[in-house]
Each structure stands twice: as C-alpha cells, then as structure tokens.
C-alpha cells in the first residue's frame, strides 16, 4: 500500500536569508525544514500554508504567488518505516511575506524558527523540500517544475 500526502510549504526570502524551522521526532536527532505541513481535507493550500507559517513560527504569512508543485514518490526501503511501504508526498510551494518575529510551535513538531543565510543552508541537514523550494524561488521557473533532489548525506526525504 502506498501512502500519500499533500502539503502546502511556505518560501520566505528576506536579505539573502530563507526562514527555516527545524523538524524533531522520534525518528532522527532533527534536521531543518521550511515552514508547512499537511493540507487539512478541504482546506486549500493556499490557506493551509498561511496557516501552517502561523503554527510553525508565530508569525502572519502573506502569499505572495505560486511558485510551483513538487511530486515525490519514496520507495519503501528509503523511509524510516519500511513496513508502511511506499510514500507519494505532493508539495505546493508559495512565495510568503512574513511579518512578525518568529518564535517556536508550541507543543509542536517544529522548534527554533530561525532566519537562516542562504549560503549557510548547503551545510545543514535539511529536508529535500528546501532544497525544491530555493530552486523554484530563486529559478522561477516557467513551468513550476524543477529537476528532482538527490537525497543522501545532509540532505533527507
């Protein structure tokens, strides 16, 4: 059986750094993330993102534009839990304005939401949807579409 989600994920640029949060579960020490989670059944993305920057960071999201839709398939001897099989993960990345000062979820799943330079975010262990989301903003691609992440070293699924 495969498994599925979709997700809405929020890209802020300000000065030449990305807004990161960073990701803890039971199942790796902790590795960096952008903003947004799960779509809600029948919510749109386009409110889940704004939601989920709010629950994340604390801070008021303003979607800026639709930069583009990611679409990962996760074989099932790649995730953390093989015997769930294999995962399909759909991403909708916005281009967000963030206003506000960011601090922790709480009681969350994401901790430390932190202004991070673009240059210093090649050395951190980071989900791959960073690595999907700087590309679609930075490349602005016509179609929306960028190339698929390697995964591997610092960079996780």
């Given at each position: 059986?495969t498994?599925?989600?979709?997700?809405a994920?929020?890209?802020?640029?300000?000065?030449?750094?990305v807004?990161?949060?960073?990701?803890?579960s039971?199942?790796?020490?902790?590795?960096?993330?952008?903003p947004?989670?799960a779509?809600?059944?029948?919510?749109?993305p386009?409110?889940?993102?704004?939601?989920?920057v709010?629950?994340?960071?604390?801070?008021?999201?303003?979607?800026?534009?639709?930069l583009g839709?990611?679409s990962?398939?996760?074989p099932a001897a790649?995730?953390?839990m093989?015997?769930?099989?294999?995962?399909?993960?759909?991403?909708?990345f916005?281009?967000?304005?963030?206003?506000g000062e960011?601090r922790p979820?709480?009681?969350?799943?994401?901790v430390?939401?932190?202004?991070?330079p673009l240059?210093?975010?090649?050395g951190?262990r980071r989900?791959s949807?960073v690595?999907?989301?700087?590309a679609?903003?930075?490349?602005?691609p016509?179609?929306g579409h960028v190339?698929?992440?390697?995964v591997?070293?610092?960079?996780?699924?």
């Amino acid at each position: 059986m495969t498994t599925f989600r979709l997700a809405a994920y929020a890209v802020s640029i300000e000065n030449d750094r990305v807004l990161l949060v960073r990701c803890t579960s039971a199942f790796d020490e902790g590795h960096w993330s952008l903003p947004g989670g799960a779509v809600e059944h029948g919510e749109d993305p386009f409110e889940a993102v704004v939601r989920e920057v709010a629950e994340e960071t604390g801070c008021d999201g303003e979607v800026e534009r639709l930069l583009g839709v990611d679409s990962r398939f996760i074989p099932a001897a790649e995730r953390h839990m093989p015997e769930k099989g294999p995962h399909q993960n759909i991403g909708v990345f916005y281009r967000v304005r963030i206003t506000g000062e960011p601090r922790p979820e709480p009681n969350g799943a994401t901790v430390d939401p932190v202004w991070t330079p673009l240059a210093d975010v090649a050395g951190l262990r980071r989900a791959s949807l960073v690595d999907v989301g700087l590309a679609l903003a930075l490349g602005t691609p016509p179609t929306g579409h960028v190339a698929a992440v390697p995964v591997g070293g610092l960079v996780l699924h």
